[in-house]
Each structure stands twice: as structure tokens, then as C-alpha cells.
């Protein structure tokens, strides 16, 4: 059975950091891209970061490059999301997802998803 397990998320004040967690089973990790998305009510599911299956290669949409980062590790499954100098407009539920693809960017190119984390950064 095929779990991704987000964890970490909560309430912080703005400046403040949190790392969120994504626990992978059931498929073979190493062959799959892993994605964070997030979204707030109303508008659609964003991708924030991801880094590929095939050569490890990172992308960040521009809101979040120098504060976030996104790492893997194999030996765990586990994928991560540090998230640095949150700020109020990244408040919002967060999701990991994998898909054996390259376009990155793109939620359709996911398989699996988790059921998300909420996380709220306060002023």
C-alpha cells in the first residue's frame, strides 16, 4: 500500500522556521520525484519545491529560494522541507507527492500524495 506521511507543520511567528517531514512507503522511492506543493482555500494547489528522481536535481519556484530547502534521504524514505524566515503568505496546507517524472512543476505528473499539513505563520 502506498503512504506518503506528512508531519511537522503547526503555528509559528513570522521570521520563525519549521521542517516538515514526508514518510515514504509502498512504491520505490529512489524512482520517484518528490514534490511539495502547498495551497490555501480558493486557489489552487501550488508546487513549492521538488527534487528529481534521476539526478537529484533541485527547483524552487522564486518565492521561497534562499529560505526553503528540499532534501531526501534514501536509506529512510523519508523526503524534507526546511522552511527558514516564514513569512504570513506561507501559511497554507502542504503536501508531498511522487511521480516518476521530470516535469516537476506540474501536479498532474504526480502519482501519490499525502494528505497534507497545515501550516500557519502568524504576524
Known amino acids: 500500500q502506498v503512504q506518503l506521511v506528512e508531519s511537522g507543520g503547526g503555528l509559528v511567528q513570522a521570521g520563525g522556521s519549521l521542517r516538515l517531514s514526508c514518510a515514504a512507503s509502498?512504491?520505490?522511492?529512489?524512482?520517484?520525484?518528490i514534490g511539495w506543493f502547498r495551497q490555501v482555500p480558493g486557489k489552487e494547489r501550488e508546487v513549492v519545491a521538488a527534487i528529481l528522481w534521476r539526478n537529484w536535481r533541485i527547483y524552487y519556484i522564486d518565492s521561497v529560494k534562499e529560505r526553503f530547502s528540499i532534501s531526501r534521504d534514501g536509506a529512510k524514505n523519508t523526503a524534507y522541507l526546511q522552511m527558514n524566515s516564514l513569512k504570513r503568505e506561507d501559511t497554507a496546507v502542504y503536501y508531498c507527492?511522487?511521480?516518476?517524472?521530470?516535469?516537476?512543476?506540474?501536479?498532474?505528473?504526480?502519482?501519490?500524495w499525502g494528505q497534507g499539513t497545515q501550516v500557519t505563520v502568524s504576524s
Open positions: 509502498g512504491f520505490t522511492f529512489s524512482s520517484y520525484t
Open positions: 507527492a511522487a511521480g516518476p517524472t521530470s516535469e516537476w512543476s506540474k501536479p498532474e505528473a504526480y502519482e501519490y
